[in-house]
């Protein structure tokens, strides 16, 4: 299928497991780049996203580019 997502930026928060980790595979799969968020092992950013600046921290790791944040 064709998103049309190939080259857009996508930030997945709880992107490390279940259905977080199936959508940072889909969106891969689309050829967007992708940053993985999350607490455990598998995470491009490991980061608790309740934590003071974790925004910060999020759109620093996307050169401030985001498309796509789910």
């Known amino acids: 299928m064709d998103l049309g997502l190939a080259g857009r930026r996508c930030i997945v ?5 279940g259905i977080g980790a199936a959508v940072v595979a889909g969106l891969r799969a689309e050829g967007a780049e992708v940053v993985a968020v999350g607490r455990g ?28 944040l789910v």
Do not use: P, S
């Open 13 to 17: 928060t709880g992107g490390t497991r």
């Open 41 to 68: 092992a598998g995470a491009d950013l490991q980061l608790d996203v309740t934590a003071a600046g974790a925004g910060e921290r999020i759109l620093a790791a996307c050169d401030g580019q985001v498309d796509v």
